[in-house]
């Protein structure tokens, strides 16, 4: 299995206006995903936003209520209306002090296309090849959030190995 | 951002810690990679196409079997390694939780445009 990118499709049952809204909206989009952004999504604007409860489901509200406040940051790369909507931002950067900007980012892409009733949505997150070892590494001992990254690279190897 | 939150709630179940940091050496990976395709292997096995002495293969197997990564038996005169392939599973189940975030995400997400 790949190790540098993770693919979603879901199928919505809602207008493809309605779905754009949800992802394109910054507002919307932290409703659901969890996050208050400082401004509307731009593309190749830099956002700055905190974690906040999604208001979306009470009891996912609840579990990350403990998170809330912590600073989030993505880039927004394209904006095509109603039918594409990516950015960028740093995985895992959650360790205090860090300056994570001088780091590789992945790509998050959101393709919306009309499928019978509905909207088939898409999502890609890559790049995660290109987060560094020594980052990864670091994550073994310092940082239990990397876990998946240290899975990863374990995969990685096991790969490259062979 | 509940992706990190729910990594973080994952990463908070204790005893994976050193089981990551046991792991976090290329020898060592690389070890881990030879017992996944060779099974069950003695140090002599593994040393052999290795360009790292026997006694640093016997350190890093102690420092694999101090993780509850990998464990040994005793054959004749040679000790045979094997991994633990319960807590590589475990190990594997990581890998896929990045997907699971995603998976609670764009739940949130149905939730929102669907109603």
């Known amino acids: ?162 | 951002m509940s992706a990190r939150a729910s990594a973080r709630a994952i990463a908070a179940q204790k005893g994976s810690a050193p089981l990551f940091a046991a792991l976090g050496d290329t020898t060592r990976l690389r070890l881990i990679s030879r017992l996944c395709d060779g099974g069950p292997m003695s140090i002599t096995g593994l040393t052999v196409g290795s360009n790292v002495t026997r006694q640093a293969i016997t350190k890093h197997l102690h420092v694999l079997e101090d993780a509850g990564r990998a464990w040994s038996t005793r054959h004749g005169r040679e000790r045979v390694w094997q991994l633990n392939q319960r807590r590589l599973n475990d190990a594997r189940r990581y890998l896929e939780l990045i997907s699971a975030q995603w998976d609670d995400a764009l739940g949130r997400l149905r939730e929102l445009v669907e109603d």
Do not use: C
Not at chain 1, 22 to 31: H, M, P, R, V
Not at chain 1, 68 to 88: C, D
Not at chain 1, 129 to 158: C, H, S
């Open chain 1, 1 to 162: 299995m790949s190790t540098d990118r993770i693919e979603k499709k879901t199928l919505l049952r809602a207008p493809r206006t309605r779905v754009w809204r949800a992802l394109a909206d910054s507002t919307e989009f932290g409703s659901w995903f969890g996050v208050r952004f400082d401004g509307p999504f731009v593309p190749g604007a830099s956002m700055r936003g905190v974690i906040v409860s999604t208001t979306v489901n009470a009891e996912i509200a609840d579990a990350q209520k403990p998170y809330e406040g912590v600073p989030f940051e993505i880039t927004v790369e394209q904006m095509e209306p109603e039918r594409l909507f990516s950015f960028r931002w740093h995985p895992f950067a959650v360790e205090g002090g860090v300056d994570y900007s001088v780091e590789p980012t992945t790509l998050v892409v959101f393709a919306l296309e009309d499928a019978g009733e509905g909207v088939m949505l898409t999502v890609t997150e890559s790049g995660f090849d290109r987060i560094p070892l020594g980052r990864r590494a670091k994550a073994f001992t310092a940082n239990e959030q990397g876990w998946g990254m240290v899975v990863k690279l374990i995969e990685e190897y096991l790969v490259r190995a062979r």
